[in-house]
């Protein structure tokens, strides 16, 4: 292999890797779900960003969005995703793991009062419903998650585990007079 040759495998690798970097940066931003205003119907919508289209159009030129999934597609098919509009103005702000860490900052577990944080993995707060009973946020809805935010409570993880042994196995609980327990 001669000098030149060389030089060009080394321009080339390093081109590549300049498109790779750009596309995993794309694709890395916009990949998650997604709550936003639906222009249409102005309630929230569950959406997913096509991350892959988005990472390969930013390599090539620049990124272009479009919608993968739509809470609102069933019922009303497809649309032109003006939505898309407020993923690329604030695309971490409508991330819903961005919602939720905003909400949760600064709480207090309804339970036990100590303070709650999302984790990455592993270990979730939970939510009480007014009627009483704690559920993890991914067994809801994304969208009627942030629509009933203002009617749910905090819950830690433990406390959560326990609420839920109690509601299973309420004759296997013992109640303690001496522990006071928050309702």
Known sequence: MTAGSVYVVVVLLGVASFFVVVAARAFHKFRGARVVTCPETRQPAAVR????????????????????????????????????KQIAAAPHDCLLRSILSRWF??????????????FTHAQQPALRHPDGHTFDFASMRAEELVARLNELAPVCFGCHLAEQFRRQFPDKVTERPDFERRA
């Open 49 to 84: 960003v096509d991350a892959g289209h988005a990472a390969v159009s930013a390599a090539w030129d620049h990124t272009e969005l479009r919608l993968d999934q739509c809470s609102r597609w069933p019922e009303r098919g497809t649309c032109d995703q003006p939505c898309l």
């Open 105 to 118: 900052a600064g709480k207090a577990c309804v339970y036990c009062d100590k303070p709650i944080a999302l």
